[in-house]
């Protein structure tokens, strides 16, 4: 299974609402990684987390709660979004390998849209 | 990680060679050049990636320049299939930090 799979495929949600979205991978990967992509540009990281523990936060607002509850499974949690944060939501998964390149396998991606 | 410049846009016509340039002229001497693509509707899918020789696999080549401030990855035969964004990355091995450019939108035409 060489798979990144994210549900829900589409979100839609109000600034005031709650939400969470899912990534999983069954690859044995020990590095998980949540990008956000507007419209026309290119991914740009949020967070990264090696062996379970946040290693990279660049600086994301505290609106975005990332969580990773056991090595196939990643969380990021919403809370209180503006219409800004509409966006796809990409999950990626790699080994953690000093010897060969990780490459990164991304997930579909969730498609947010926050009224 | 040093910063990359690529073309906005490319054509190429299917059953010929994509050749797509990218420009790294402030590539430090352990930064690695990488290349991802995003098929449209899809997240990004890695390529191919080299330090200072050329690299071949199967679905791309890399050809690095010998001062190594630029490079081409080459699709041999591109199909429709090919149609993409296209990422070079300069950065340091492993990091799990990608720093993704604006990219080549290459359009395989008929």
């Known amino acids: 299974d060489t798979e990144v799979t994210q549900t829900p495929k589409h979100l839609v949600m109000g600034m005031t609402n709650k939400k969470s979205l899912k990534c999983e991978q069954h690859?044995?990967?020990?590095?998980m990684y949540w990008y956000k992509q507007k419209a026309k540009k290119p991914p740009e990281l949020m967070f990264v987390y090696s062996y379970e523990k946040l290693s990279i936060n660049e600086s994301v607002p505290s609106r975005f709660s990332p969580e990773c509850p056991n090595s196939s499974l990643l969380n990021l949690h919403l809370h209180a979004l503006q219409p800004e944060d509409s966006a796809l939501y990409l999950c990626?998964?790699?080994?953690?390998?000093?010897?060969?390149?990780?490459?990164?396998?991304f997930g579909p991606g969730t498609r947010l849209t926050v009224l | 990680d040093a910063k990359t410049t690529q073309p906005t846009s490319m054509d190429c016509a299917e059953g010929r060679a994509a050749n797509l340039p990218c420009n790294h002229s402030?590539?430090?001497?352990?930064?690695?050049v990488y290349w991802y693509r995003q098929i449209h509707s899809q997240g990004p899918q890695y390529i191919i990636h080299g330090l200072k020789n050329n690299e071949t696999n199967e679905m791309a080549s890399l050809i690095i320049t010998e001062d190594r401030k630029s490079s081409t990855l080459i699709l041999p035969h591109a199909t429709l299939r090919d149609t993409a964004v296209y990422y070079c990355i300069a950065c340091l091995r492993n990091t799990g930090k990608l720093i993704f450019g604006q990219g080549t939108t290459l359009q395989v035409k008929p």
């Open positions: 402030t590539i430090s001497g352990n930064e690695y």
């Open positions: 990626a998964s790699s080994q953690v390998d000093l010897i060969t390149y990780n490459e990164q396998f």
């Open positions: 690859m044995g990967h020990r590095a």
